[in-house]
């Protein structure tokens, strides 16, 4: 969520900003902004309640031509989406400022400088940030010490770019628990939220750390920690490879992201398994030391990473015989929970940037948790350098807000994981080596279930006017369905909720008629016959069902039941393949209704404050 890029260079920058938004916008806004110090040493603004496209249409219009700079696209916290809210923000035409995060004592600061005098334009927690800046400054401070001094005041996650009129070949930067990485070029330097902004003009990145501030002039970078002493940030040279624009004929990032799936998977697998076993090397220096003591699981994580995190319970307990307790992220971090001895704790995150998630691992490793480990697609996020151990689930960079590949990967990875934690528990070589060959399997199962693609695209007719749905499933198909029922939600808006088929006689029943559609995903397991007899009950009430199901459940059609028939799969790796019908199930309903199916309302992909 929200979008930063800033330059200071000998050269135009208002293109560069411009087209770092564009490479943001995956990640969720509602409107946008830019601001140049021009030749004529003057601030000059525009911004727009809308996307980057109308921003750029603006500029056509009233252009804007500069050395220095900065922008932003906002994902709204403090006041509605508007022009006014929009960043940047400017305080008497001296200092503009970009924010991301939340300062949790904004209207204290903001009392103090109505006293003071200070006019105040938006309703945002952002304008008492460059509002201070400017105090600052026009009592003597240079841009720097006005830039410490204020963040010094400030509570809460922030990443700043800030800029003045009275040192207008200078960007400040600071960090703090929100990402901010400094982009390095040949007399030109930038600074950006996501290095996917500036893949464009460089590959030399420094990743801010937690408490830093950055002096950035053209021929030179100083970063300061918290304490306000220079320090070395080490110089990485970004892999990440990605054409913003390139949707390869797909009509939908999410689409083509859907489809790309067995690749992805196979990515994740390439290299880590050696004679038909897990490498446990690939998580990591010291796996195996940690690897030795783990009696128990902690995983915590945030939304569709969450339900990446239930499915594994299933396979930890029932695979490697090693109890595991799951929490959404937001919850665990205020709580004081009990660590039991030999206990991992594992983060799973597709960002490496989810507020809540590296909240709860910087607890947890003061915790005396065993080790730290997490599951991550962004080989440069702030989880990723933090955590103990890593596996990266090389899913590639997905850019529509509704996960889809990452979410696979992650249950790839999370299964070698519990694979490779199972052989400390019993679990026999032949059985591991039984199932590593059906997750080699996968890719060609995927693309086997994609082909029911024009199926899908039929079922989700019935769904253009239904404002509801209920999802079931039992076993591991229960999280699969809570993920089924989430991305209907993100991006068809229509009201969805999953619950285990077992718990319908205790309250969802009472809300199935003829025009609550019940989504269920049956596997051919020793579930089978007890998730037969829940949906005789829907039936019983009316209820109209659709059925993702096994071709040898021995579920048929009627004028009551809708159903999609898969190919039988072995239950480890069941829940991956479930998964892809069902996203292309909530993906056709959001086209059919019309619906931004990459940028969903409200929305942000990667969700960097509480």
Not at 556 to 561: G, T
Request: charged share 20%; proline share 4%; aromatic share 6%.
């Amino acid at each position: 969520m929200c979008g930063i890029v800033g330059a200071v260079a000998q050269r135009d920058v208002s293109p560069i900003l411009i087209e770092g938004l564009r490479r943001l916008e995956y990640r969720g806004y509602d409107s946008a902004g830019i601001a140049v110090i021009n030749k004529n040493t003057e601030i000059q603004r525009v911004r727009v309640a809308g996307k980057v496209t109308d921003l750029a249409q603006e500029l056509t219009q009233n252009p804007l031509c500069g050395s220095t700079g900065i922008a932003h696209t906002r994902w709204a916290t403090h006041g509605k989406p508007s022009v006014n809210n929009a960043h940047p923000h400017v305080c008497r035409n001296q200092v503009a400022l970009v924010h991301n995060g939340i300062i949790e004592n904004h209207e204290e600061l903001r009392a103090l400088q109505l006293k003071q005098g200070y006019e105040f334009h938006s309703d945002t927690d952002t304008e008492v940030i460059v509002n201070q800046v400017y105090d600052y400054c026009s009592k003597g401070d240079d841009l720097l010490n006005a830039v410490f001094n204020t963040v010094d005041m400030l509570k809460g996650a922030y990443a700043l770019g800030v800029i003045s009129l009275a040192q207008p070949d200078r960007l400040i930067a600071a960090r703090h628990g929100s990402p901010l990485v400094i982009g390095i070029g040949i007399g030109e330097h930038f600074i950006a939220s996501d290095v996917l902004a500036l893949l464009p003009v460089t590959r030399k990145f420094i990743f801010l750390a937690d408490g830093d501030v950055a002096d950035i002039k053209r021929g030179k970078i100083t970063i300061y920690n918290s304490r306000r002493e220079p320090v070395e940030r080490p110089v990485a040279i970004s892999e990440v490879i990605h054409d913003v624009a390139d949707k390869t004929g797909y009509r939908h990032y999410m689409l083509k992201e859907i489809f790309e799936q067995p690749k992805a998977i196979a990515e994740t697998l390439e290299g880590r398994i050696i004679d038909g076993l897990v490498d446990e090397s690939v998580f990591g220096n010291n796996v195996g030391k940690i690897f030795d003591g783990v009696q128990a699981l902690k995983i915590v994580a945030c939304g569709t990473s969450y339900h990446a995190a239930l499915i594994t319970r299933y396979w930890a307990e029932s695979i490697a015989g090693i109890p595991c307790d799951v929490e959404v992220a937001s919850e665990f971090r205020y709580r004081q929970p009990v660590v039991r001895p030999g206990t991992l704790f594992i983060t799973i995150s597709q960002s490496g940037e989810t507020a809540d998630t590296l909240s709860a691992l910087r607890l947890a490793k003061e915790s005396g948790y065993t080790g730290c480990l997490t599951i991550c697609n962004v080989a440069e996020s702030s989880l990723t350098r933090e955590s103990e151990l890593v596996l990266m689930t090389r899913a590639g960079t997905e850019i529509g807000v509704a996960s889809t590949k990452t979410f696979t990967a992650q249950l790839v990875a999370l299964l070698m994981l519990v694979l490779v934690l199972g052989r400390r528990h019993g679990l026999k070589p032949e059985t591991e080596k039984r199932i590593v060959n059906h997750l080699q399997s996968l890719p060609g199962r995927i693309n086997a279930a994609l082909e029911l693609n024009d199926q899908i695209k039929m079922l989700a007719q019935q769904f253009i006017n239904k404002h509801h749905a209920l999802y079931l499933g039992r076993g591991t198909m229960l999280p699969v369905a809570m993920e089924g029922a989430l991305k209907l939600k993100e991006i068809s808006y229509i009201h969805a909720e999953a619950y285990p088929a077992g718990e319908l006689k205790h309250g969802p029943l009472a809300l199935v008629d003829e025009d609550m559609p019940v989504i269920a995903v049956v596997t051919n397991n020793d579930l089978l016959a007890k998730l037969k007899s829940n949906l005789q009950e829907v039936r019983a009430r009316g209820g109209r069902l659709y059925v993702f199901t096994d071709s040898t459940a021995g579920v048929e059609a009627s004028p009551d039941v809708q159903v999609l028939k898969i190919a039988p799969v072995d239950d480890s790796i069941a829940p991956v393949i479930y998964t892809v019908p069902l996203q292309l199930f909530a993906y056709h309903i959001a086209v059919l209704k019309g619906a931004d199916v990459d940028q969903p309302r409200n929305l942000a992909k990667s969700v960097t404050v509480e």
